[in-house]
């Protein structure tokens, strides 16, 4: 096999080990620090309830199951956001320059943690906030590569919105074959597209507007639908989205994970949930591979929504889930995070039973 079919084919545990033996060991050591930043934000949709999520997902035990990882975990707590009065749509884009303020105060504190050498995780919040965390990692790491993990493309420009929801359209502001497609919404003026296509990956697309089917198209941006989860299985949809990603250079991930991803039978608690999602054990292997690549540097989990949920158990499966998702993402493994030992324990004889 050329060297480069052979990088295709190493994903799983033993895949360090096998690098270096083949000499194809050009990523990074994970960072041994995790910074956790809560962004209690709601107005890039309608729906009140979300500003709530970076709580539930922190009750939900996430500090505590990250530690358990051995990692040193620092709480930056969660930011505080100054709401616009008299913040009237533009274009039908609803509060903008409330969104735009909040993201680039997010922007700012991304890129802040991870200069300081940190693995992050942002708890939302909205996934309008993805403009100001995937900017702000974008400022410190200009090479990385975006996965999207969602139900919805997000990519809708104020053109092609049917909603105005800024939820809806974050990853329009990244791009920069979009550029002249976007108009000057006010609030947005701080930042400027810094993606190409090439480098973003979609995955448990089910529910994608006329407008988004066409920008994928035309972009020719790789994404896997559900139907495409089906006909191929997650594991081929990820070794191709990894392939796709980092075959050319080993770059940081940025990991945007909306939970409505997964089948609302599973994250009931959600804004907009769509039948027909991500299994348990699907979402738990993309970030397992995620993971195993070492190049994890910054992930969002958005639309955890208390309010939403019809139960409180439906609240609290949606956020544990949440941060099962998280974990995995930093290395929880289903066979058991475990201390190395040396050998097996071997039997020890009691000689006084002997002699007795």
């Known amino acids: ?30 960072a041994q620090s995790v910074a956790v930043l809560g962004a209690p934000f709601s107005r890039g949709q309608k729906r009140g309830g979300v500003e709530h999520g970076p709580k539930a997902i ?9 530690s358990g990882l051995d990692y040193a975990v620092h709480d930056f707590g969660d930011l505080s956001f100054h709401h616009v009065e008299k913040d009237e749509p533009y274009m ?38 993805a403009i100001g965390s995937v900017a702000g990692h974008a400022q410190q790491c200009p090479d990385l590569c975006l996965i999207w993990v969602d139900a919805h493309a ?3 420009t104020p053109m092609s919105s049917p909603s105005g929801n800024l ?13 002249d497609k976007m108009p000057d919404i006010p609030g947005f003026s701080w930042t400027k597209p810094f993606l190409s296509s090439r480098d973003l990956v979609y995955i ?23 139907r495409d989860i089906d006909r191929l299985g997650i594991q081929r949809v990820m070794e191709v989205s990894l392939d796709h990603l980092l075959s050319r250079k080993q770059r940081p991930i940025h990991l945007s994970f909306d939970v409505d991803a997964f089948d609302p039978s599973l994250a009931p608690a959600t ?40 139960t409180r158990q439906a609240v609290e499966a949606t956020a544990s889930l949440a941060v099962d998702v998280i974990a995995s993402s930093l290395g929880q493994t289903r066979e058991g995070a475990h201390a190395s030992i040396d050998e097996i324990p071997s039997v020890k004889v009691d000689t006084e039973q002997l002699r007795l």
């Open 154 to 156: 997000d990519i809708n």
């Open 167 to 179: 939820h809806g359209q974050p990853v329009a502001f990244m791009l920069k074959e979009l550029q």
């Open 271 to 310: 804004g907009t949930p769509v039948n027909g999602g991500l299994t348990y054990r699907e979402g738990i292997y993309i970030t397992e591979e995620i993971h195993n690549t070492g190049l994890l540097s910054v992930m969002d989990l958005v639309e955890v929504n208390p309010m939403l949920g019809a």
């Open 92 to 129: 039908d884009v609803k509060f903008p320059r409330t969104v735009g303020a909040a993201n680039k105060t997010l922007s700012g504190a991304v890129s802040r943690a991870v200069g300081a050498g940190h693995t992050l995780v942002m708890l939302g919040g909205d996934h309008s906030l």
């Open 204 to 226: 448990g697309l089910r529910d994608v507007d006329p407008g988004e089917y066409q920008i994928l198209k035309d972009l020719n941006i790789q994404y896997f639908t559900m």
């Open 58 to 66: 922190r009750d939900a035990g996430l500090l505590e199951r990250l």
């Open 1 to 30: 096999l050329a060297p480069s079919k052979i990088k295709m084919a190493l994903r799983g545990p033993v895949s360090r080990l096998l690098r270096s033996q083949l000499g194809l060991t050009s990523q990074p050591s994970r």
